[in-house]
Nanobody
Framework: QVQLEESGGGLVHPGGSLKLSCVTSGSNFSFNTMAWYRQAPGKERELVATINSRGARNYADSVKGRFTISRLIPRNTVYLQMNSLKPEDTGVYYC????????????WGRGTQVTVSS
């Protein structure tokens, strides 16, 4: 059974930094795409950043220039370095892995809370 586990969330002041990590277990293949999503209170979950197996990255406009996604492919580990954090970055951050291996797959972690507040 594939499991994703996020860590690294917490409380930070505006302008501060955090680095989120997502480690996986139960998989014997490299995921096509890994991603970070977030959900703010009262809002829908939104895509923050993605990275595929070739290292190609995409970011939401709201985080470009401030967040960096990276991954260790053999271990299906993904990171999100978040700099210049703003109060609007507050939310639960979820790790996702998706792709196709025979059938489509789509795995989620349980999330880690990030709070940006003075």
């Amino acid at each position: 059974q594939v499991q994703l586990e996020e860590s690294g969330g917490g409380l930070v002041h505006p302008g501060g930094s955090l680095k989120l990590s997502c480690v996986t277990s139960g998989s014997n293949f490299s995921f096509n795409t890994m991603a970070w999503y977030r959900q703010a209170p009262g809002k829908e979950r939104e895509l923050v950043a993605t990275i595929n197996s070739r290292g190609a990255r995409n970011y939401a406009d709201s985080v470009k220039g401030r967040f960096t996604i990276s991954r260790l492919i053999p271990r299906n580990t993904v990171y999100l370095q978040m700099n210049s954090l703003k109060p609007e970055d507050t939310g639960v951050y979820y790790c996702n892995a998706n792709g196709k291996r025979g059938n489509d797959y789509d795995y989620w972690g349980r999330g880690t809370q990030v709070t940006v507040s003075s």
